[in-house]
């Protein structure tokens, strides 16, 4: 027999017991009306422990176990442990679910909780960003009256979600989401939601970039292709033409081979195998070198100064500072007109190394300047050609100075012309240059 039931009815004994041994001395009524007595007292005992229980199921989490007394100590002795146990469970089931807030909360991408129903049951941040979600609105309403593009409702519809779903945000117009649905437990889903525009962009550059390359190279290649064609038809030329058809394909190969070598150039780069080897570069006595190829680059058509306001030296790549800065000032012989004066400039400015190029060309208007950078951008496309270039000068020169942690500025007026300016940060200059 259970120990709660034994000792109530050892209460119960006890009473009954008293009531027999008042029988013989007081008599009969008296011995019942103590036993009526005795009943009593143990009925109002229990209804007031009842009470009590009562009391504290009306408000578990609130009040605390009260403490029985007599039969009742056991029953809320194991109540309490319970209440122990479930706080317990409860207080992990909050953190556990305050950790997956907070998971989701930092994921990088929008993650959105569906119901059976495909209404909305929570969201992160950036969720709330991509889609304009907002707390306090749009829990428990469906997705499709807050994400309406019909591309989404039939992927949604289609129950066939292996594959993402790429959408234009509703948000912004420039940017591009990549939309998965993982469907998990009883008919619920997650809606995961990722900001590709970058990749986008780099995939738009890539498919431009091949573009390019594919017209730059097809160009030169058809034209010595002509002038082979032309040599083997007609055997009976004269020196004079197939020396200028010789000349030609010199020329067009001379402009594959520039083209090629810019290109390897900015795979060297650009990988990530190829880490920055440093020295101590003798900054002045590379750009004497650099001013005397850009003098025999001209061929005395423009007037190019060499102002040396500074004998502070680099910590970097000779290499790669030879290649950057060689761009700028070729650009700039190359872009200037005849008779043109050309300034090349080395100074300290700030706590800043400054190496800059001033032309007297035709300037570039405000909308081309951002765009210089970019591979194969040119402003005249046909100019650009005449002069030799591969289109890749400007590109080679901001990897360069990225991997110096330096930077590029580009001033310019229409019909003033254009200064480029390559800035070194005082964390790269270096004062003591070994003796020429």
Avoid: C
Wanted: charged share 20%.
């Amino acid at each position: 027999m259970p120990e709660f039931w034994s000792r109530l009815l050892g209460r119960f004994g006890l009473i009954a017991l008293i009531a027999l041994i008042a029988w013989p001395i007081a008599g009969a009524v008296w011995a019942l009306g103590l036993l009526s007595l005795g009943l009593l007292g143990e009925l109002i005992f229990h209804l007031r422990q009842l009470q009590q229980l009562n009391q504290w199921l009306a408000n578990p989490l609130v009040r605390a176990v009260p403490e029985g007394r007599g039969v009742w100590e056991d029953t809320f002795v194991a109540l309490y442990h319970l209440a122990r146990r479930q706080s317990a469970s409860q207080q992990q089931l909050s953190k556990a679910l305050s950790r997956f807030q907070r998971a989701g909360e930092a994921m990088p991408d929008g993650v959105v909780m569906l119901d059976a129903g495909d209404q909305i049951e929570w969201f992160n941040p950036i969720a709330a960003q991509q889609f304009g979600l907002h707390l306090e609105t749009d829990i428990g309403h469906p997705i499709t009256y807050l994400l309406r593009q019909s591309q989404f409702n039939e992927y949604l519809s289609a129950h066939n979600y292996g594959e993402p779903l790429i959408l234009k945000s509703t948000r912004s117009t420039d940017a591009t989401l990549a939309i998965q649905l993982v469907p998990f437990g009883d008919d619920l889903k997650l809606l995961i939601s990722r900001d590709i525009t970058r990749f986008e962009q780099v995939e738009t550059m890539r498919r431009d970039f091949i573009a390019n390359v594919s017209h730059e190279l097809r160009t030169p290649l058809t034209v010595v292709g002509g002038f082979l064609e032309s040599l083997q038809d007609y055997t009976d030329l004269s020196e004079e033409n197939r020396a200028h058809f010789f000349a030609l394909m010199r020329d067009q190969t001379l402009r594959m081979q520039r083209l090629v070598e810019d290109l390897l150039t900015l795979s060297r780069l650009e990988s990530a195998a190829n880490p920055l080897q440093e020295e101590s570069v003798d900054v002045p006595k590379l750009i004497q070198q650099l001013h005397q190829e850009a003098q025999s680059l001209s061929q005395g058509r423009h007037k190019i100064r060499l102002e040396m306001a500074s004998d502070t030296g680099l910590l970097g790549s000779e290499s790669e500072l030879r290649s950057g800065l060689g761009n700028l000032i070729s650009n700039a012989v190359r872009y200037t007109p005849l008779g043109g004066e050309i300034v090349v400039r080395w100074e300290e400015v700030n706590g800043e190394a400054r190496f800059s190029v001033k032309d007297s060309g035709i300037g570039i208007e405000p909308q081309h300047i951002p765009r210089l950078t970019e591979r194969f951008y040119r402003v005249d496309r046909s100019r650009s050609r005449e002069t030799g270039g591969t289109g890749l000068g400007l590109s080679i020169v901001k990897h360069v100075l990225t991997r110096h942690q330096s930077r590029l500025e580009i001033a310019s007026e229409v019909g003033q012309g254009s200064t480029f300016s390559a800035v070194f940060p005082a964390s790269r200059l270096v004062k003591t240059v070994a003796a020429a």
